[in-house]
């Protein structure tokens, strides 16, 4: 009965909300599409200064100001500086994919989406949504998510028309290939990738990874958000395969058992990056593993569990093969200046149920980039069934034969699990009870942060 009330209350959101004035400025443009048509004619006497004139009036704002404040108490100065996004243009016309910065703000009355391309100094919508109806959703959003089961597209559409629908025209005018992400407060607990639009596209293309890559970012991003990658592979995988251990979270004691497709995916990854030395189990300890990340890695591929702690983010920690666990407060003690990718395929958040503001999230992107690795996948919730195998033998097999940057094979290897084409890319395939991994439990974990190249 409570899974049908909160049903029901959750369909009372599934409704376009309308959209309020983009800017309190009367004149502005709301969009670079707007903006764009009236200066090429000269038609209006805005230029670029009136636009960021537009937008600093906004973000010092009362609301915004407060928000930000706030933002900044609890992320620890993690997370992008308002005042900062128009710096970030130059990056964004660096990016060898077409990219804009989305920064969405949430308010107690409304969603403030803050779009920057390169093209255009920042521009905002706002959107009337009032706080505890997105929250709702969200959660909503994700429970469908971790229950391949429910019928996940009624809050996935909504989400999409209150985060994609307003700037629609603006990342088509702009050509964009590839979102810059700065998620706030809850939304980190979910993919943007996996929004649905609803449309019936004549290629089939409805959730949002089958048209545009998600490339999330902290402040920490900017200093190497245009450093491309080595051009050769290699890899040091390490994996939990068996064993239960009893670990405290919190005041709860969780046990985490080895995971019964973490050998295939070792074994699958050192099929196609030749360069692989792999840690299993007992082997697979700090001691052994740590020292060896920064010789001659690539990529650090952690197949093990690792928890983000609601609340206590400096208490989140990896957990490795012989039961050994290393918080992310010590994780900021690497040095990983060779690294350029740090994959940890098993990672939960919002342990039992529970979610915060996910400053647990955002610290693990911040920590490892502070390392010096450029980028880290991880996962937003555990998942079974061998989809994790297929997306990551997916993912390396495209990096490693496509010489496509992280984002966009990430983005592909995604949509193969979408459209079954995963099958045809595997080395040592999941020999799983389920083989249909359409459902974005399976895919939509995964969130690249930091330098996607």
């Not at 764009?36 to 704002?61: H, R, T, V």
């Not at 128009?86 to 969405?104: E, F, G, W």
Request: charge should be neutral.
């Amino acid at each position: 009965m409570r899974e049908e009330a909160e049903g029901q209350r959750g369909k009372n959101l599934y409704n376009n909300s309308p959209l309020l004035p983009c800017s309190p400025a009367p004149l502005l443009p709301c969009s670079p599409a707007q903006a764009q048509a009236l200066s090429i004619g000269e038609k209006s006497g805005l230029n670029q200064q009136q636009l960021l004139d537009g937008f600093n009036e906004f973000i010092n704002s009362p609301s915004v100001k407060a928000q930000v404040e706030q933002i900044s108490q609890t992320a620890r100065r993690q997370n992008l500086d308002l005042e900062s996004l128009n710096q970030i243009r130059d990056n964004l016309t660096q990016l060898p994919q077409k990219s804009a910065l989305l920064y969405p703000l949430i308010l107690k009355d409304s969603l403030e989406l803050v779009l920057v391309t390169p093209e255009s100094p920042p521009i905002h919508h706002t959107v009337s949504v009032k706080r505890e109806d997105l929250y709702q959703t969200i959660g909503i959003f994700r429970q469908a998510l971790i229950n391949p089961s429910r019928n996940i597209k009624a809050p996935a559409r909504q989400l999409y028309d209150w985060l994609i629908k307003p700037i629609e025209k603006d990342l088509e005018l702009s050509g964009t290939q590839t979102l810059i992400y700065a998620p706030d407060d809850q939304l980190r607990y979910i993919p943007l990738t996996a929004l649905y639009d609803g449309k019936q596209w004549h290629d089939g293309k409805q959730w949002l990874v089958q048209r545009l890559a998600v490339n999330h970012i902290t402040s920490a991003s900017l200093t190497n958000l245009n450093t491309p990658q080595q051009s050769t592979l290699r890899v040091l995988a390490g994996a939990f395969t068996k064993g239960n251990y009893q670990i405290k979270v919190g005041n709860r004691q969780i046990a985490f058992a080895g995971l019964p497709f973490a050998t295939r995916e070792v074994e699958s990854l050192a099929a196609m990056v030749p360069e692989t030395t792999k840690l299993l189990d007992d082997a697979f300890s700090p001691k052994a593993t740590v020292p060896q990340m920064d010789d001659y890695t690539i990529i650090v591929h952690l197949a093990t569990h690792a928890a983000f702690v609601v609340g206590k983010p400096e208490d989140s920690f990896i957990l490795f093969g012989n039961g050994d666990r290393i918080n992310f407060r010590n994780v900021a003690t690497w040095s990983l200046p060779h690294v350029d990718l740090v994959v940890l395929s098993a990672c939960e958040t919002g342990l039992g149920g529970k979610l915060g503001n996910g400053e647990e999230i955002l610290g693990f992107g911040y920590q490892m980039q502070k390392t010096g690795a450029r980028a880290a996948i991880a996962s937003l919730w555990s998942v079974d069934d061998g989809g994790t195998q297929a997306l990551m033998s997916a993912f390396y097999n495209i990096l490693s034969t496509n010489k496509l940057i992280k984002t966009e094979a990430l983005r592909q290897a995604q949509v193969s699990l979408i459209n079954g084409g995963w099958k045809a890319r595997g080395h040592n395939l999941p020999v799983a009870a389920v083989s249909d991994f359409s459902h974005p439990y399976y895919w939509g974990s995964f969130i690249l942060i930091g330098n996607g190249l």
